[in-house]
Structures are given as C-alpha cells and as structure tokens.
C-alpha cells in the first residue's frame, strides 16, 4: 500500500509546470488539466521526490525511465483523447502516462513487458483510477483479445512501425511510436482512415528507451 501523499506543495508545483507546458504549445486545456491534476510524485522513488515536476525524464527501476512531462503531454494531445476512449499504450513504466489517459476519462489498457514495474504501477494505479487495465506480455504484439483500440500510444523506441499495432487499430483511429535507431526518434503520428487507408506524419526529435520485444528491438 502506497502511503504517500499529494499536498499543496505539489499542487503548486504541478500548476508552475502547467504554465511551463503551456508557454511550449501545449494548449488543450483538458491535457493541461489532467497534468495538474496527477501526482506525478507518487509514480517515482523518494529519492526523485524533489524533481517530479521538473520538466524532465527521470529514472525508475530497472533502468527504465518516467517520460518528460512535456512528452506525455506532447503524445496525448497529438491523440486528441476524449472521455470513453480505449486507448491501449505499450509501455507502462510506472504508469505516469495511463494516469493522465485515464484522468481524461480514456478506458486505458496498458502493456508492460518488465513485471516489478508492471506490479509496482498496479499499486498506484489501483488506488488513483478504475479506468486502467494493466498488463505484462510484449507489447509489440499488442492485445488482441481487447481490440480494436480507438488510439494506441507506444511510449518506447520502436526500430519500425509495429505491424500487429497498427492491425489492432479502429478504422478512423490515430497511433503515435517514436521510430529511429537506439539514440534518437522520430515521433510519428499514424492515422487510419475509415476506408483502412494508413497516413504517417513526422512530429520531431525525441529519445525513449528501447521497445523490446518481437517486433521491436531484440534484447542481447
Ligand atoms: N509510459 C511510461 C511512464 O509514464 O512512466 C514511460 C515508459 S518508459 C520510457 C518505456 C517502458 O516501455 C519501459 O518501462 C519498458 O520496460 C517498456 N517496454 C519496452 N519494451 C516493451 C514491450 N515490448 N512491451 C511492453 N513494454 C515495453
């Protein structure tokens, strides 16, 4: 049982980074509002305690990382999440991205491939939302037993489009993977047209953590 808690402090913290995120063209409001309302805080170790509303990527265990806030920002707004939403995300980590999923009200089905993360996100997650379902398999083989999905979010380096991702997509959804090699990626945006017709956009720069697993990276 986690037994920290949020408090002022923080609140005032996260409205600081709120203003931040929005001065850096993040501007729909319910992303906003669902950045100051979850306690990045609690989905990091004591010791980072001081810095979760540092606009930065941050250790957790296993040598994975928390992503930087304007990155989480960055991916949900690009998705345009609306309540009802299911929204598979590969990647939980420690669950800070399914939180702000699920405080927009998306019904978030969540991957994890490494189990101390996936049980230690179960724990928080369990006590913030209802609306999040988690799981431990390869993520780039997505769920097939829970889709489609209206938006998947991949939130780890993928060498290439995850073909069983974009299969497991809803006529007229929108995907969002960061492609590249191990050191950078390109953000791409994917729409699937209602007639199955798939575009692709380029969103920028970012680095993640290498997606591992059979349609990803394989681990040495
Ligand atoms: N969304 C996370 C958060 O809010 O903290 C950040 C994710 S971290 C940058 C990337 C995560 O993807 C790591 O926890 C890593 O173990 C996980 N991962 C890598 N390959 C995976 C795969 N094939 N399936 C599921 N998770 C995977």
Known sequence: MNTRKDSYKHQGQRAQLVKLLNTNKINDKNVLMAMA???????????????????VALPIDEDQTISQPYTVAFQTQTLEI??????????????YQAAVLADMGADVYSVERIEKL???A???????YKNVKLFLSDGTMGLPDKAPFDKIIVTAAAPKIPE?????????GMAIIPIGDLKLQKMILIKKSVENI????ELGDFRFVPLIGKDGWQKN
Not at 44 to 51: I, N
């Open 37 to 55: 309302n979850v306690p990045r805080h609690l989905f990091l170790s004591k010791d980072f305690e001081d810095r979760a509303y540092d606009d």
């Open 82 to 95: 609306k309540p009802g939403d299911k929204v598979l995300e590969i990647g939980t980590g420690s669950g």
């Open 118 to 120: 996936h049980k230690q």
């Open 122 to 128: 179960k724990v928080i997650l369990s006590q913030l």
């Open 164 to 172: 069983t991702l974009l299969a497991q997509l809803k006529p007229g």
């Open 198 to 201: 798939i575009t692709q956009k």
